[in-house]
């Protein structure tokens, strides 16, 4: 009944086409945005069918022995329709780890799409790879997210930064500079932990190029000059800042309590999560208190950005 096959660049459209009418999928999973970085992995993408129809998707890369669903992503898992039903899951994990076990694959680690980005109730691959694979939770990232449906009354700090930052003439507008604002990123990271973007400032033009309405620029501004901004990724249920940052002048007036105070605003009126992103390093294994307070400080309470694992 169940069919699984591997991704071929053919697929393109019919995988692009199942993930707009999935349940818990994002445009991340387009190929448009999946493939923007495929010189840097082996892609192992799986697509499930059921009586020869597309059923459900697992984006995914190899190393080696083990399968990732996919280190090129922040999420991944299985991409499934309100179709989906929980026996085939079931059915598809066991089928699936026949299928690796017969390929050499050793292991899996499996990083499901977090609830807030779910169209609706999407955990049936959550009980499979307990019940049938014998996952285990192996990292567990803490992201902070402001719900429409219960708002938090900010921090006091976090009021007066945007309020001075008001009373300065910050402006606070939408743009295409991606180039001033990288670099003002880039010159942020250096300065701290002395690494760059996960994104070059090619790769995040490409990316906006190809999806103009999902990847969006919030900056701040002092006389015309940019002096903060953040990177905002647009999916259907959450709003989420993607890259944040502010050079000394943004942030000596607070240039970001009142960016966000604008960008949150503006979210939550069409959806119903703003979503800051992780503030944990190392698997999981520090959290970063100094980045969770400010998170907090508009508002945010913590969601999990969970990975798995299992040996086949």
Known sequence: MF?????????????????????????LFNRSYM??????????????????????????NHMEHTLYSHQGLTYGGLIMTEKTTAADVVTIFRLMNKQLRAEGFRNVVYKPVPWIYHQQ????????I??????????????????????????????CGARHAKQAGVRIEESDNLQKFW??????????????????IEEIQ???????????????????????????????RVVHSQYIAANARGKEVHALDLLFQTAISEALKTHTYFDFGIST???G???NEQLIYQKEGFGGRGVCYDWYEWTL
């Open 183 to 200: 670099q003002i990123l880039s010159d942020n990271l250096q300065e701290r932990y002395g690494i760059e973007p996960v994104h070059t």
């Open 285 to 287: 294994t520090y959290l």
């Open 206 to 236: 490409l990316l906006r190029q190809r999806f103009p309405e999902q990847i969006r620029l919030m900056v701040a501004k002092e006389n015309d000059v940019m002096i903060g901004g953040c990177v905002l990724y647009i999916t259907n």
């Open 3 to 27: 069919e699984i096959r591997r991704y071929q660049t053919a697929d393109a459209d019919e995988w692009n086409g199942f993930v707009e009418r999935s349940k818990n999928g994002t445009f």
């Open 281 to 283: 390093e190392e698997h």
């Open 35 to 60: 493939d923007y970085h495929a010189d840097r992995f082996s892609d192992h993408s799986l697509m499930v069918y059921r009586r020869s129809k597309l059923y459900a998707l697992l984006p995914a």
């Open 121 to 128: 109730p999407a955990e049936e691959d959550l009980y499979a």
């Open 130 to 159: 307990v019940e049938v694979c014998g996952a285990k939770l192996s990292a567990r990232g803490l992201s902070s997210t402001i719900s429409r449906n219960h708002l938090n009354k900010w921090y006091r700090i976090r009021e």
